[in-house]
């Protein structure tokens, strides 16, 4: 179809309103978004654009949908090590598939306990989502320090636990310090108590999956564990989907089914939702389908080999800069870093306004204060060029004692 005037006039406005951006694409940010290259990208647009419009909140009317989210399901869920008792749904992102797993606990808990004052066993280390899930869902969210290696406390999570507990979360990895927790000691314990064991690997469960598949080593993290109730997985991150594709994993149907909601109890006849959103595009699930397609076992391994092997080129860069400390040795493709014990610790905060004057984008958190970079496929050609930046802004930095601000992990502009 041929556009008019107007139309093009428009879509050329939008597309310099992106020029002030952050440079994705170039491997400069490392955060946010996530580069498989042009042809993988192509593919998430065009299949997304087919779908855009169409609804994911009757299946009925788009059979295309339910075969997209069935198969997309059934890969990850074989990624997981889910069995064929295994079920799940697909959500729009990792905070969703968070709050569907917490809204599950609740309701295990209240239809098999009786449960009316619930509780979630969070280690520190836990994603910011669990916190906005317990605080949707009324459910106190009990926060455990984590060990001196970042990593969950078993013992302090047990101590915590009560009769209103009805959920344990470790992470695969945990976001901050990119750890996994010990996923069977929790999960364990969860099953001791006939409560739910949420594993949050929404950041690593592509990127673990194909790890281990490449014949290296990795701690205990997914359904093979017993005691794992259900488990996340994004796709928008290392499955390199459009954004809006995320996926959650139950151990069984019946598990799965405390996540759905289903009323009658309006004029309009039975409703029924399986996550937060009712209407939904169907386009992030065509666009999941048609990448990971696309890609496949082989894909997928190259991408987990690029991006592991950058991952570990760039923890071993800072490692050795004067100043800089890696706060874990990466278990997946997340680094943490932050200023090595010193009578003058340079200001990492600083350091990251640096970066950002010379076009690089990383993370700001904290306790203790870090920068964090998520490292992706797109970075196997700039992590060096990164080092040679970072060496420069962190000399200039601690030369100078400037002091940079904490920024947000996330924004409510």
């Known amino acids: 179809m041929e556009l008019s005037d107007r139309a093009r006039a428009v879509l050329d406005e939008a597309r310099r309103a992106g020029d002030a951006d952050v440079a994705w694409k170039e491997g400069r940010v490392f955060s946010l978004a996530y580069y498989a290259g042009p042809e993988v990208e192509q593919v998430a647009e065009r299949a997304h654009a087919m779908y855009t419009s169409a609804n994911g909140l009757n299946a009925e009317a788009f059979p295309s949908l339910k075969r997209f989210q069935a198969e997309v399901v059934a890969t990850v ?56 899930a317990c605080y949707y869902f009324g459910v106190e969210a009990r926060r455990i ?10 013992n302090a999570m047990s101590d915590a636990c009560d009769d209103d507990t009805v959920l344990l979360v470790g992470s695969a990895p945990q976001y901050p310090q990119g750890v996994i927790d010990p996923i069977p000691e929790i999960a364990a314990i969860a099953a001791r108590r006939g409560v739910n064991c949420h594993v949050d690997a929404c950041m690593g469960g592509v990127t673990l999956a194909f790890m281990e598949r490449a014949g290296e080593s990795v701690a205990p993290w997914n359904l093979a564990v017993p005691g794992v109730t259900s488990i996340s997985v ?6 390199y989907t459009a954004k809006g594709a995320s996926v959650i994993v139950h151990r069984n149907r019946l598990l799965r089914s405390y996540q759905t909601f289903v009323t009658d109890n309006w004029l309009g006849g039975l409703y029924g939702s399986s996550g937060v959103l ?10 999941a389908w048609a990448v990971m ?31 800089l400390v890696v706060r874990a040795r990466p278990d997946s493709t997340l680094v943490s870093f932050g200023a090595a014990d010193a009578d003058r610790p340079v200001d990492v905060y600083a350091v990251a306004d640096g970066l950002a004057a010379r076009g690089w984008y990383v993370d700001r958190q ?48």
């Open 366 to 413: 904290g306790p203790p204060p870090s920068l964090h970079c998520t490292v992706n496929a797109s970075h196997a050609a700039t992590v060096d060029d990164f080092l040679v930046d970072l060496r420069s802004v962190v000399a200039d930095v601690a030369a100078s004692d400037r002091r940079g601000d904490a920024g947000a992990y996330g924004t409510v502009d």
């Open 145 to 154: 320090p984590v060990r001196p290696d970042w990593r969950a406390d078993v």
């Open 293 to 323: 397609r696309f890609l496949g076992e082989e894909g997928y391994l190259a991408l987990t080999r690029s991006a592991r092997e950058a991952c570990l080129r760039l923890a071993d860069g800072v490692d050795a800069i004067d100043g």
């Open 278 to 287: 009712g209407t939904k595009s169907g386009g992030p699930m065509a666009a």
């Open 77 to 132: 869920t074989d990624w997981v090590r889910g069995d064929s008792q295994a079920a799940g749904y697909m959500t729009s992102g990792g905070t969703e598939s968070i709050l569907m797993a917490v809204k599950a606990a609740r309701e295990r808990g209240r239809r098999e306990r009786g449960i009316v004052t619930p509780n979630a066993i969070l280690p520190e280390s836990a994603h910011a989502a669990f916190e906005k």
């Open 234 to 239: 994004d796709l928008h991150k290392y499955g």
